[in-house]
């Protein structure tokens, strides 16, 4: 294997499954798709039809577990409901603080658990579909560009000097992902990014609103409201 | 609770419990062991029992499939043996590259998952074992302070500034752990280090020569090796 890719099954990172498929060949790429305690399973089903579509190795990962104590919208158990707000509007309410769809560091813990999975398979590249709209103020403080750059620099030296995160779409907006990804031909009907876990998406929470304005952006409809 | 300990039950992790216990009371610390496929469990026998002791909260979490495609000579499946030697032995061999007791990215993946867990229970501190003889090197390059120094600023950035690492033994060696921990009154005779998985520690892997060391450097024998 040379190259493991996060894989949600949602926009960025079947874009990212799609240019390491390009570089590298199926054969040599190992999607990995980690749960987290997740409200819905509708985003790991999305996942498993997408890494057969491109003919990928998949492993499915569960670190509910390690949440078990946390209250964040997003998780079973969880006391909050999930946000009918796009990123920018829920900014607007917390002066700063995390939102309650901040996972507690989930981004550094899939990245360190990619990276050790990676080692163990002889990769020496993870993908990972980060954009510059995830950076949202401190929204989501594990989506900043001083925690990127940290969080490479520890995998590349804890690694011996042999791993490194490659982060496509760093520079690039949500828009300017899907654009890339139209040209690859990513089968975007088949991902799902929706919060909630409905039959179809439900088209009001933030992830819905984001999704559906970067193809709005691209002057085409969600792909994925078309129906199955 | 205000500190998160990770915690092996040896002698590194638990001179950091008792150094927690003291700043915080046992009622603010958790300590969190983490299994990764090891050949044997003697070891989290021992943070059990030490848990307990201190009477803190203790969580136990297992990554062992994160590590399932690794040969790695520590694990479960592994068909190479654990060599008998130091770890400044092992790396006579090895020019440069990390050695076969190195658990792929294995410190960063617990930091990661420490940093998850102390925030889901609101902790503001990680306290970490790591000290100087572990960096030996490039044996274990996620010992080394370049890696120490980037996943820090990774888990403070990436949990917006509310979580820092505390290595208390960063700039020591082993013996100087062993010291602060005997002022503690740290019950040594409980802690494991051996990588075989016996009743009595072997006495000749590379983790049970650097123990002994250490506490010959203290002027006493090691106190596991008295009996339980």
Redesign the interface.
Known sequence: MKALVLFSGGVDSTTCLAIAVDKYGADEVLALSVSYGQKHSREIESARKIAKYYGVAHRE?D?A??????NCSLLTGSTEDIPKESYSEQLKTTDG??VST????????F???A???A???GCTEIYYGAHSDDAAG?AY??C?A??ND??N???Y?????V?TVNAPFIGMNKAQVVAMGLKLGVPYEMTWSCYEGGERPCGECGTCRDRAAAFAANGIADPALKGE
């Open positions: 990962l670190l577990r390690i949440f078990e104590g946390s603080a995390p901040y996972v507690p560091f989930r981004n550094g813990l990245l360190a658990s990276a050790s999975i080692l163990s398979h401190n403080p594990d900043s001083e925690f940290s969080i620099r520890a995998i030296t804890g690694s011996g000097s791993l």
